[in-house]
């Protein structure tokens, strides 16, 4: 039977260097209250000059990843890119990606599951892969939230918040018994909690997309958030999610080398840990560094992980988490 092996992850950050005392001159909001609340310390932004989409900073992570794998670009049969911020309102970002990347027949699917992204991503990658739709699927999550933040103080319980970047899995089937690579995925959604996190405009589902009449900087244009209702349903959904996705892989907690959950917020991560008596030293967060970098935040985490050789080893056994927009959520067990 075949299974779904990661043969190489790539990563890239937005090259603008934003801190929180950055986001102090610009906004009534102090270091203090972010790291207090978030844990976040600073995050990468596009310039703001000149044109840098989701697509471009995956094609830079896909490039690193593709090395790594030791893939051509014509290799790739098949192109997932997740994303809540594509570059252009269509087509997707997967159809820019593949045509950087110098392809242009290779299919190519955009999955806009937000925070959860990746994890559709990885879990669509594996059914294409098991049902024998593809062999070399290249999954990559990429978001520029910046050009879409409202930067003043009416804006500041979201914009210190997100950071832009992607990261890029090669994934590939590849015939054996042994029970590794992707063991099990769990994938959920509930659009009951739609308006809790969501960008309203420009909304199709209006007779004017742009509402005559209403400045571009309504807050309408801008994610809006109910902060406290997302916070308190990541915590109820984590660990439910976590429990289903080891049930269905036949693994428990304690063979669980390191837990990858989406870097919303750290003390979302926290409490979730606390919750499940997971140790820190089984958790690995970076959001300090990068803020909330959505679809592509746990591959950026996995690959900075298997940079600093905490995980990768013939045998270890990692877990995916996330939720986000949607709501969506759910987790992804794998095996080296
Ligand atoms: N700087 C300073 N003050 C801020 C601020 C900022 N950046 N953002 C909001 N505030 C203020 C609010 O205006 C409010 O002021 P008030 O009490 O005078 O009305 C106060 O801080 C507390 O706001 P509240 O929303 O209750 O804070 P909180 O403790 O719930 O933390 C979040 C806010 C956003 C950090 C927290 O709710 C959270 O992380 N939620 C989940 C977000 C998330 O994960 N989103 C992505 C999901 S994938």
New binding site residues.
């Given amino acids: 039977m075949k299974k779904t092996i990661i043969k190489g992850t790539g990563r890239a950050l937005a090259p603008r260097l934003v801190t929180n005392e950055d986001l102090a001159k610009i906004m ?3 270091d203090e ?2 790291q207090q ?2 844990g976040i310390q600073q995050r990468y932004w596009v310039p703001e000059e000149g044109q840098m989409g989701a697509s471009d900073l995956g094609l830079t992570a896909s490039h690193k990843a593709l090395e790594k794998a030791g893939w051509q670009p014509e290799e790739i049969d098949f192109i997932i890119f997740a994303t809540l911020s594509p570059d252009i309102f269509f087509p997707g970002s997967g159809c820019l990606l593949a045509e950087k990347l110098g392809l242009t027949s290779t299919p190519a699917l955009d999955i806009r599951q937000q ?1 959860t992204g990746f994890l559709y991503g990885l879990a669509t990658a594996d059914s294409y892969i098991k049902s024998g739709l593809a062999n070399k699927i290249l999954v990559v999550g990429g978001e520029v939230h910046s050009s879409g933040l409202d930067k003043t103080t009416r804006g ?2 979201v914009a ?2 997100f950071g832009d970047g992607a990261a890029a899995v090669c994934v590939e089937g590849v015939k054996t018994d042994e029970n590794i690579g992707v063991l099990a995925s769990c994938l959920h959604a509930d659009g009951r909690g739609a308006d809790n ?1 969501m960008t309203e405009l420009p909304a199709s589902r209006l007779p004017d997309r742009h509402p005559q009449g209403l400045p571009i900087d309504s807050e309408r244009f801008f994610p809006s ?1 109910n ?2 209702a ?2 308190k349903t ?1 915590v109820r959904k984590l660990p439910q999610v976590t429990r289903e996705t080891l049930e269905k892989a036949g693994v428990s907690l304690d063979d669980i080398d390191m837990v990858f959950p ?1 870097q ?2 750290l003390r ?1 991560n926290q409490a979730f840990a606390q919750f499940m008596k997971i140790d820190e030293a089984r958790m690995f967060n970076n959001i300090q560094k990068y803020g ?1 970098t959505t679809a592509a935040s746990i591959p950026l985490a996995l690959d900075e992980a298997l940079e600093q050789g905490v995980v990768g080893k013939p045998g270890d056994t990692i877990l995916f988490v996330g ?3 949607g709501l969506t959520w759910g987790g992804v067990a794998y095996r080296f």
């Fill in positions: 009534d909001t102090t209250w972010i609340r978030t925070c500041r319980d210190v918040l996190l958030m902060g406290p997302v916070f990541a989406h919303a917020n979302i909330n939720f986000g927009a």
